[in-house]
C-alpha cells in the first residue's frame, strides 16, 4: 500500500478558534484589531526587523486541495512539505487582516508605514522566553510535493487572508469595532 504523509506549514483559515494561543497570527490579528483597534507584532529580534519574521503560511483550503490531489492519484507515496513555497514577513498579514476589515467597514487601505504611524499597527518586544528558541524563518521546499505532477495553485497571503478576514467579519457583524479611524 502507498502512504503519503505531509509536514504543513503555517496553516491558517476558519475554524481555528479551538486552537487559542496556538491559533495563528492572522487569527490573532483579527481579534486584536475588532477588540483593540490595533495588531501587534513582535519587535526586532537577532537578524529580524520588527515584522519581518518570516512563515510560510497556507491557507487551509489549499491544504485540504492538495491533500485530495494526492488522494486521487495514490501511485505517489512519499512525505511532502505543505506550505506555498512562498514565505511572507508577519507584516504582511498585519497589513491584509487590518485593510481588509478597513474595506469591509468602508474606510482606505493604509501603508504599512501608515499603520505604523497611527499605532495601529503596534510592535511589542520581543518576549525572553522565546529567545534562542524562535525561528526568524521558514519556507515549505516544495521540490519533491512538484515533482509528483500535482499543480495546485496556492494563495499568498494577499488573497487567502483577505478572505479568511472577510469570514471572520462577517461572523464577528454585530459587534463593534475598537476605534477604527480613517
Same mark, same amino acid.
Given at each position: 500500500?502507498?502512504?503519503?504523509? $505531509?509536514?504543513? %506549514? *503555517?496553516?491558517?483559515?476558519?475554524?481555528?478558534?479551538?486552537?487559542?494561543?496556538?491559533?495563528?497570527?492572522?487569527?490573532?490579528? #483579527?481579534?486584536? $484589531?475588532?477588540?483593540?483597534?490595533?495588531?501587534?507584532?513582535?519587535?526586532?529580534?537577532?537578524?529580524?526587523?520588527?515584522?519581518?519574521?518570516?512563515?510560510? %503560511?497556507?491557507?487551509? *483550503?489549499?491544504?485540504?486541495?492538495?491533500?485530495?490531489? #494526492?488522494?486521487?492519484?495514490?501511485?505517489?507515496?512519499?512525505? $511532502?512539505?505543505?506550505?506555498?513555497?512562498?514565505?511572507?514577513? #508577519?507584516?504582511?498579514?498585519?497589513?491584509?487582516?487590518?485593510?481588509?476589515?478597513?474595506?469591509?467597514?468602508?474606510? &482606505?487601505?493604509?501603508?504599512?508605514?501608515?499603520?505604523?504611524?497611527?499605532?495601529?499597527?503596534?510592535?511589542?518586544?520581543?518576549?525572553?522566553?522565546?529567545?534562542?528558541?524562535?525561528?526568524? $524563518?521558514?519556507?515549505?521546499?516544495?521540490?519533491?510535493?512538484?515533482?509528483?505532477?500535482?499543480?495546485?495553485? #496556492?494563495?499568498?497571503? &494577499?488573497?487567502?487572508?483577505?478572505?479568511?478576514? @472577510?469570514?471572520?467579519?462577517?461572523?464577528?457583524?454585530?459587534?463593534?469595532?475598537? @476605534?477604527?479611524?480613517?
Amino acid at each position: 500500500a502507498r502512504v503519503s504523509g $505531509f509536514r504543513s %506549514f *503555517n496553516v491558517y483559515g476558519p475554524y481555528e478558534q479551538h486552537k487559542g494561543t496556538m491559533a495563528t497570527v492572522a487569527y490573532h490579528n #483579527f481579534n486584536q $484589531f475588532m477588540a483593540e483597534g490595533r495588531v501587534k507584532l513582535f519587535g526586532s529580534y537577532a537578524q529580524c526587523q520588527a515584522g519581518e519574521q518570516m512563515r510560510d %503560511f497556507i491557507y487551509v *483550503n489549499d491544504l485540504v486541495a492538495a491533500k485530495l490531489w #494526492f488522494f486521487d492519484h495514490p501511485e505517489h507515496s512519499g512525505v $511532502f512539505n505543505l506550505g506555498t513555497g512562498k514565505a511572507q514577513p #508577519f507584516n504582511d498579514i498585519a497589513l491584509t487582516v487590518v485593510n481588509t476589515v478597513r474595506a469591509q467597514t468602508g474606510l &482606505a487601505a493604509l501603508s504599512l508605514a501608515e499603520m505604523v504611524q497611527k499605532d495601529i499597527l503596534h510592535y511589542i518586544p520581543f518576549p525572553e522566553k522565546l529567545r534562542g528558541k524562535y525561528q526568524c $524563518f521558514t519556507q515549505a521546499d516544495l521540490s519533491h510535493f512538484r515533482s509528483t505532477g500535482c499543480d495546485t495553485p #496556492f494563495q499568498g497571503v &494577499a488573497q487567502g487572508v483577505a478572505e479568511y478576514s @472577510r469570514l471572520l467579519y462577517a461572523q464577528h457583524q454585530g459587534a463593534p469595532a475598537a @476605534r477604527l479611524e480613517p
